[in-house]
């Protein structure tokens, strides 16, 4: 009886070593919802690319490293469509860490959508490092475990002015989407235009529901300014290409925020798209750690070249979480402390959160130039010099 018992004894301990190795192997669960259908479906795509990539990059490495002890690949991303839906997104959130109960979360797209889900993140003590959201607002949350990896509204305006002060522009026509990014950037640009005596020429603003800009374009080419200012997301910088090139408006200076360095823009656009500039501080020419890599690999796994904003900045979040997570495991607090305290090699640079959770890198203007987009101010971090646009085709 008693070698009986001593063998059943070992089995169960045999059985139970097997199934503590099995959950040491468990993949890695890690979530998050985006903007599939409404208003910023057009855009999210390449965020959602960016992720995919990395969970590749990472499981044909063994999986990611878990505070130096193990590896352990990361299983298929638990993802819903919120719709771009900021009423949704709370819920969707609250359900990945309570039914879910996903080890990591990754961001949504877009700054309105991080606001949403911020109070989730802090009621559950949930770190997650932020990619597409940029608003002063942010500073306002005093968010622990909300960490924004984007340049705010005020850093990158200011780039912007110092810019077009750069190359002497006296006009400007601006539009701007009311959406809380879009109008920031309104809200800081104005008065730095106006310190650096660029007149005002044009001031519009109009609701994201826009089906056509032709007034807005018209009272451009009556102006003509020196520059054109767009501050748009994708859907009415598609519009504005689209009419300027029917108004021919010919501006030598022609910025839209959000759009030109979106893949899907220069097949649509063509030579037209020559000249245009957008904000981005990521090039694969860039003398950044891994951005020629990035670049190389993004292309060749979607057959398409990254979005040089929100693929960097998607894949940047990853990065930071990944150097994380290395150091201090699965533990959530470990994890919020690694990201607090540490400085990361990115691919667009070395980035450490300040600032309520504010990351501290360098804001850039890029440039489209025979077919890839350069950053051509500030000079310090420029790949090309910067050319006035050409006039439309």
């Known amino acids: ?71 352990r690949k990361i299983g298929k991303f638990i993802s819903y469509d919120d719709q771009s839906d900021q009423g949704k997104i709370p819920q969707i959130y609250e359900k990945l860490i309570t039914d879910d109960k996903v080890d990591l979360l990754l961001a949504p797209y877009a700054t309105y959508l991080h606001v949403a889900i911020t109070n989730v993140i802090e009621k559950h003590k949930f770190p997650l490092v932020g990619n597409t959201a940029s608003s002063v607002l942010v500073r306002d949350l005093k968010a622990r475990y909300m960490f924004f990896s984007e340049l705010l509204p005020d850093a990158y305006s200011k780039t912007l002015v110092d810019f077009l002060k750069s190359e002497k522009i006296t006009s400007a026509a601006m539009f701007t989407l009311q959406l809380t990014f879009n ?125 040089y904003l929100d693929s960097v900045i998607a894949y940047v979040s990853c990065q930071i979480l990944e150097a994380a997570v290395a150091k201090a495991g699965l533990d959530k607090e470990g994890i919020r402390n690694a990201i607090a305290a540490d400085t990361f090699d990115t691919i667009m640079g070395p980035v450490k959160f300040t600032n309520n959770n504010n990351a501290t890198t360098s804001p850039g203007i890029l440039q489209f130039q025979n077919g890839i987009n350069q950053i051509v101010w500030p000079p310090e971090i420029a790949t090309a010099k910067y050319i006035k646009k050409p006039a439309w085709q």
């Open 1 to 71: 009886m008693l070698k009986k018992f001593a063998a059943v004894a070992v089995a169960a301990g045999a059985i139970a070593g097997f199934a503590a190795d099995a959950l040491a192997q468990q993949d890695v669960k890690i979530g998050y919802s985006i903007g599939r259908t409404g208003l910023l479906g057009p855009a999210v795509a390449v965020q959602e690319q960016a992720y995919i990539l990395w969970q590749e990059q990472v499981n044909a490495k063994g999986g990611l490293n878990i505070g130096g002890k193990e590896k």
């Open 183 to 307: 109008l920031e950037m309104k809200k800081f640009s104005g008065p730095l235009m106006k310190e650096a005596g660029i007149k005002l020429l044009v001031d519009q603003e109009y609701p994201p529901d826009l089906k056509d800009m032709t007034s807005i374009v018209n009272a451009i080419k009556q102006a003509k300014p020196d520059a054109v200012l767009g501050f748009s997301y994708p859907g009415d910088s598609v519009m504005y290409m689209d009419k300027g090139r029917e108004l021919k408006i010919d501006s030598p200076t022609q910025f839209l925020l959000i759009g030109p360095s979106i893949p899907f823009f220069a097949p649509k656009f063509g030579k037209n798209l020559e000249g245009m500039l957008s904000i981005g501080h990521w090039s694969p020419n860039a003398k950044f750690n891994g951005a020629k890599a990035f670049n190389d690999a993004y292309q060749a796994r979607w057959k398409e070249p990254p979005d």
